[in-house]
Nanobody, 123 residues
Framework: VQLQASGGGLVQLGGSLRLSCAAS????????MAWFRQAPGKEREFVAA????????YYANSVKGRFIISRDNAKNTVYLQMNSPKPEDTALYYC?????????????????WGQGTLVTVSS
C-alpha cells in the first residue's frame, strides 16, 4: 500500500486549504484513513479519522468545527478540508491507513503512512 499526500502550502489566517491523500496498491476491500500532524519541535498528534463507510468520524478537539475529513472510495482518496486555519495548525500533515476499517485516534492502529505535506498558516 502506498499513500501520496498533496495539497499543502501557504495559507493565510482565516483562509482555507484542502489536503488530499490517494491510496494505491493492495488496499483490500475496506480500510480506515486518518490525518495526523507534527509541528516543529512537537510530537505527532491526531487530527481526524474516518471509517471505511464514512459513518464514523473523529476529530481532535483543536480542529473540531473547522476541519472536515471526507473520502471518495471510488478514487481511494481521503481529504482534509481545513477552514479558518490558525497559526498553530502549521505542521507537516501525514495521512495514514488502517486495514481494519475502524477509525481511531491512535497512531499505532495505522500500518501505512504517507510522506507528509507541509501546511504553513501565516498570520
Amino acid at each position: 500500500v502506498q499513500l501520496q499526500a498533496s495539497g499543502g502550502g501557504l495559507v493565510q489566517l482565516g483562509g482555507s486549504l484542502r489536503l488530499s491523500c490517494a491510496a494505491s496498491g493492495r488496499t483490500s476491500s475496506s480500510y480506515a484513513m486518518a490525518w495526523f500532524r507534527q509541528a516543529p519541535g512537537k510530537e505527532r498528534e491526531f487530527v481526524a479519522a474516518l471509517s471505511w463507510r464514512g459513518g464514523s468520524t473523529y476529530y481532535a478537539n483543536s480542529v473540531k468545527g473547522r476541519f472536515i475529513i471526507s473520502r471518495d472510495n471510488a478514487k481511494n482518496t481521503v481529504y482534509l478540508q481545513m477552514n479558518s486555519p490558525k497559526p498553530e495548525d502549521t505542521a507537516l500533515y501525514y495521512c495514514a491507513l488502517s486495514l481494519t476499517g475502524r477509525a481511531s485516534d491512535e497512531a499505532s492502529r495505522y500500518g501505512y503512512w504517507g510522506q507528509g505535506t507541509l501546511v504553513t498558516v501565516s498570520s
